[in-house]
T-cell receptor, first 114, second 115 residues
Framework: AQSVTQLGSHVSVSEGALVLLRCNYS??????LFWYVQYPNQGLQLLLK??????LVKGINGFEAEFKKSETSFHLTKPSAHMSDAAEYFCAVGGSGGYNKLIFGAGTRLAVHP | EADIYQTPRYLVIGTGKKITLECSQT?????MYWYQQDPGMELHLIHY???????EKGDLSSESTVSRIRTEHFPLTLESARPSHTSQYLCASSEYDRGRGNTIYFGEGSWLTVV
């Protein structure tokens, strides 16, 4: 069975500050891990994904995430927040194989203030 | 990236009406999905399909039905809408890559309000 826990339903940072969104997963098989971003009234856009090729994954818009197997974590970071980063962020886990489904976390709403 | 189109984007209908939410993708992906998302809440998988003539129920029970007659098309139907069906419905598709796994790409969503 797989599950995802996102710590903190709301995160608020100042513009220019570090963004850290936490995600912990549970998986009985080697996981594929994803971060998606959702802007208001829109669908989900893929930010980045981990597929075992490298533990540090770089995504779009300056975001990156590090896979830590010992901590079962896949936290999302960005060195300097921008106002346009305000959105809802979802972490998701999927198993290996061709027919896996993604299990999503509850989401973290990021607010960026001047 | 996959191109996935959902129509309508926004719909307000009366109780008891039949509605179909359309979803089409142009990348030839075998797998397609419908997720339901209430405002500010997490996503729940309600239907998925491995290919033509294949449909399965997802993790969240739903009164909606789906069909997959063509690879590119995966419509969702509610025979008799109720206010409890008010939600956002997100369509998605994916193609499995042996080395990179199963990445899911989403459409922009259909907001359904039943009054």
């Amino acid at each position: 069975a797989q599950s995802v826990t996102q710590l903190g339903s709301h995160v608020s940072v100042s513009e220019g500050a570090l963004v850290l969104l936490r995600c912990n997963y549970s998986s009985s098989v080697p996981p594929y891990l994803f971060w998606y971003v959702q802007y208001p009234n829109q669908g989900l856009q893929l930010l980045l994904k981990y597929t075992s090729a490298a533990t540090l994954v770089k995504g779009i818009n300056g975001f990156e995430a590090e896979f830590k197997k010992s901590e079962t974590s896949f936290h999302l970071t960005k060195p300097s927040a921008h106002m346009s980063d305000a959105a809802e962020y979802f972490c998701a886990v999927g198993g290996s194989g061709g027919y896996n489904k993604l299990i999503f976390g509850a989401g973290t709403r990021l607010a960026v203030h001047p | 990236e996959a191109d996935i189109y959902q129509t309508p984007r926004y719909l307000v209908i009366g109780t008891g009406k039949k509605i179909t939410l359309e979803c089409s993708q142009t990348m030839g992906h075998d797998k397609m999905y419908w997720y339901q998302q209430d405002p500010g809440m997490e996503l729940h998988l309600i239907h998925y399909s491995y290919g033509v003539n294949s449909t399965e129920k997802g993790d969240l029970s739903s009164e909606s039905t789906v069909s997959r007659i063509r690879t590119e098309h995966f419509p969702l139907t509610l025979e008799s809408a109720r206010p409890s069906h008010t939600s956002q419905y997100l369509c998605a598709s994916s193609e499995y890559d042996r080395g990179r796994g199963n990445t899911i790409y989403f459409g922009e969503g259909s907001w359904l309000t039943v009054v």
